[in-house]
């Protein structure tokens, strides 16, 4: 079977030497996508003093954006946001976020009838960059 890496114009660059996606077959599988913006180093939700501390957190600011980061990397690579079928959260502290993450988490898949895709989220030390989110995901595209 052959893949073909997938890159969108609109998420963030990645912070390492890896593809937003990689198509398989009908699967797509997308790399983990934080909440940054595209062609900054700016980070929706996070105040750093200037050690480069993070200081505060708007957990609510930076899951809406890595929520639309998603779907931009879906979008170009063919997708639709109704075809992700498994979801895996990384959240950096469970305690602080979860309610928060988890009522946007619903509002992004509620409605339309669209099938909720499976999800994980799990509790991490840390992230490459100053995020206290980062998504990774599983489309099926093509029906």
């Known amino acids: 079977m052959?893949?073909?890496?997938?890159?969108?114009d609109r998420a963030p660059e990645p912070v390492g030497a890896y593809p937003?996606?990689?198509?398989?077959?009908?699967?797509?599988?997308l790399s983990g996508v934080g909440p940054r913006a595209r062609g900054t180093s700016d980070i929706p939700g996070v105040t750093l003093d200037d050690d480069g501390n993070v200081v505060a957190v708007d957990i609510e600011a930076q899951c809406r954006s890595c929520f639309a980061n998603v779907r931009a990397v879906l979008e170009d690579a063919g997708g639709r946001w109704e075809d992700l079928v498994d979801v895996l959260v990384f959240l950096v502290d469970m305690d602080r976020d979860f309610e928060i993450y988890n009522r946007v988490y619903a509002e992004c898949f509620a409605g339309d009838g669209n099938p909720n895709p499976t999800r994980?989220?799990?509790?991490?030390?840390?992230?490459?960059?100053?995020?206290?989110?980062?998504?990774?995901?599983?489309?099926?595209?093509?029906?």
Request: with cysteine; glycine share 8%.
């Open 2 to 8: 052959s893949t073909r890496e997938h890159n969108s």
């Open 20 to 29: 937003h996606a990689r198509r398989a077959g009908n699967l797509l599988f």
């Open 120 to 143: 994980t989220t799990i509790e991490i030390n840390r992230l490459p960059t100053p995020i206290a989110v980062e998504v990774k995901a599983i489309a099926c595209l093509g029906g």
